[in-house]
């Protein structure tokens, strides 16, 4: 039988158990072994000539029984926690509060958008916004490599908290056409933007947000919409990595734009392609000196001057497809996480990891209420999306996203109360389980 196999229904098991545990397909632990079960699974399916030793898939196994460790740790610590009492209706003072705060976020984030779009399309030559509805002006603008100012480029920032937000709002409070406005900005800057990518993360972002929000709504349906959500997001998303990759690719070769003949192999070698890269690395590359934060906190090192950022991924390519050559330089973000802190360091951070999300989510699930945790198990979820493909907490867009929209929440929420006293907070039922 094949290895793959073996590997993806060993994760599915596990993912099994969680589910019978915490009663969601998309709890923590469920959703990250079915995630890696699938990768592989996917991989013997879809993509059977691709190369496969073992150890780096053992290692991965091995990772997701750490993180249901941690999972398991946090469960019995909130066995036994209050559960927040049931509100019919949501708190209209905290959906004004979050009303009020998304507008100012979308506000900024579409300043910050329209100049980094109008930025890109000096750099490029195009002759104005116009020209960019010709198909021509548009790909010349898209293969320009830019890097906008860096008070632009922070500004941008502000749409990837609009979308963890807005998704949020979204499901919890009802529907409003503004709540689309960041992700739209996002999107209209990625295309004419170096940082393309971006698009399918703050797309992710939304998602996870809009789930998160079912999740503090108790909606018993929310395991469906997420499951057909993440099928029209996978539909919709792999032409869009085809692009990108495209894109990329056309920056080296004009010709390649051309032609479509291997848009599917790319496809193939961004999708399914991390896991053989990081089990070559692991099974073959020698151990190195550890780089202590310099590649998963990339950003951070380079914003406080102590190294300077190497911009795009590996410079290392891996051949993943024996027959065809294929090639990829993605090797999932356990690769950074080992650079850094080695193989004992790697496994101390996953179980955390393991235990802070499910412990997160634990709280998520017993509150009736959008509060700080909510958006911080949003972008938890997100990192844990990108984990077969990158580091996410290398951006600094992540991180900030991470820390302001949790500020943003924990103000409409909590803060907020501690001013106005007339405001007591909500009653807890005692031990009493979700």
Request: with cysteine.
């Amino acid at each position: 039988m094949d290895g793959r196999v073996v590997v993806g229904m060993i994760l599915l098991g596990m993912s099994a158990i969680s589910w019978r545990l915490f009663g969601s397909w998309f709890c923590p632990s469920a959703f990250w072994s079915t995630l890696w079960g699938l990768l592989y699974l996917g991989q013997a399916l879809l993509a059977p000539n691709y190369l496969f030793w073992g150890p780096g898939a053992a290692w991965i196994v091995a990772m997701n029984g750490l993180f249901g460790l941690g999972a398991l740790l946090a469960w019995f610590m909130t066995a036994s926690h209050p559960m927040s009492a049931r509100k019919e209706k949501p708190d209209r003072f905290v959906e004004t509060n979050f009303r009020r705060w998304f507008t100012v976020i979308a506000i900024v984030g579409m300043l910050g958008g329209g100049a980094s779009i109008a930025y890109s399309v000096r750099v490029s030559g195009v002759p104005n916004l116009g020209s960019l509805l010709t198909v021509g002006s548009a790909i010349r603008a898209s293969l320009q490599e830019t890097s906008a100012p860096p008070l632009i480029r922070y500004s941008t920032y502000f749409n990837y908290i609009g979308s963890v937000l807005g998704g949020i709002y979204l499901s919890k409070f009802g529907f409003r056409r503004r709540m689309f406005l960041p992700l739209l900005v996002l999107v209209l800057d990625g295309l004419t933007a170096q940082a393309k990518a971006g698009i399918l993360i703050a797309v992710t972002m939304y998602a996870w947000g809009t789930y998160v929000g079912l999740v503090v709504k108790h909606d018993s349906r929310r395991d469906f919409y997420m499951i057909g959500m993440g099928g029209m997001l996978l539909v919709g998303m792999l032409p869009l990595v085809a692009i990108v990759a495209s894109l990329r690719n056309a920056r080296v070769d004009w010709q390649f734009i051309g032609g479509t003949g291997n848009q599917l192999d790319i496809v193939y070698n961004y999708a399914f392609g991390s896991v053989t890269a990081f089990d070559y690395y692991f099974t073959f590359f020698p151990r190195s000196d550890l780089f202590w934060g310099r590649q998963s906190l990339a950003g951070l090192a380079d914003l406080v001057g102590l190294y300077a950022r190497q911009g795009g991924l590996y410079s290392e390519h891996v051949i993943v497809d024996a027959h065809s050559g294929g090639w990829t330089n993605v090797f999932t973000m356990f690769r950074y996480l080992i650079d850094d802190f080695g193989l004992i360091g790697t496994s101390g951070i996953v179980l955390v990891l393991g235990w802070g999300m499910t412990f997160i989510y634990r709280q998520v699930v017993r509150s009736y209420q959008v509060n700080d945790k909510t958006a911080l198990l949003a972008c938890g979820y997100v990192l844990l999306t990108w984990f077969p493909i990158t580091a996410l907490t290398a951006y600094n867009s992540f991180i900030a996203t991470t820390l302001l929209s949790t500020l943003v929440l924990m103000f409409c929420t909590r803060w907020v109360v501690r001013f106005q006293p007339h405001r007591k907070p909500a009653p807890h039922l005692a031990y009493e389980k979700p």
